[in-house]
């Protein structure tokens, strides 16, 4: 690999990378010096191999990249629900807490998921926090869905996948856990 910077060349148009016979050719910092009618850039020349090997490094580090901005998705998608959750049970709670108690929520929460099942979004929601294991314990995933059924937020068909879910995922922790 060769460095050269302040390279001045007359051609017509200068690419940014250019694959010659034995050589490939990496420019930045292109500028047009008008007054010489010239262009003016800095340059890295690179035999095909030294190329191959850097851009394998580039697939590496955009991989690992990706993995990292992945991880941090699955972080906010979590703490995402978990908030929704909280904010929910709070609402709940001030509701409880001063007697109103709505005849019905399902307008509230009635977005419906099309697709085979026709769950709710808080069915949805709470099935993914158990799917994924990120709750406590189980107690506190039953208490959710329990209130949740009380409040007409989730049908009493929901309410009976959940709790199988629950139960799957329960065994699974256990089984996980005697391996151990």
Request: aromatic content about 6%.
């Amino acid at each position: 690999m060769i460095q050269i910077k302040n390279v001045r060349g007359s051609m017509d148009v200068v690419p940014g990378i250019e694959f010659n016979v034995d050589t490939i050719y990496e420019r930045s910092n292109i500028i047009r010096l008008e007054d010489l009618g010239l262009w003016q850039y800095d340059e890295v020349q690179y035999s095909y191999r030294e190329w191959i090997e850097k851009s394998h490094n580039r697939i590496e580090n955009l991989n690992t990249e990706n993995k990292s901005l992945n991880t941090q998705l699955d972080v906010v998608k979590s703490t995402h629900s978990d908030l929704i959750f909280d904010i929910d049970f709070r609402v709940m709670d001030i509701e409880d807490n001063l007697g109103i108690v709505p005849a019905t929520t399902k307008n509230i929460i009635d977005m419906v998921i099309e697709g085979e099942n026709n769950m709710t979004s808080t069915c949805v929601m709470l099935l993914d926090k158990i799917e994924s294991g990120n709750y406590k314990n189980k107690v506190e995933v039953e208490d959710m869905a329990e209130r949740y059924l009380n409040r007409n937020r989730i049908s009493i068909e929901e309410y009976d996948l959940l709790m199988k879910a629950l139960d799957k995922k329960e065994s699974e922790k256990n089984e996980v856990n005697l391996t151990k």
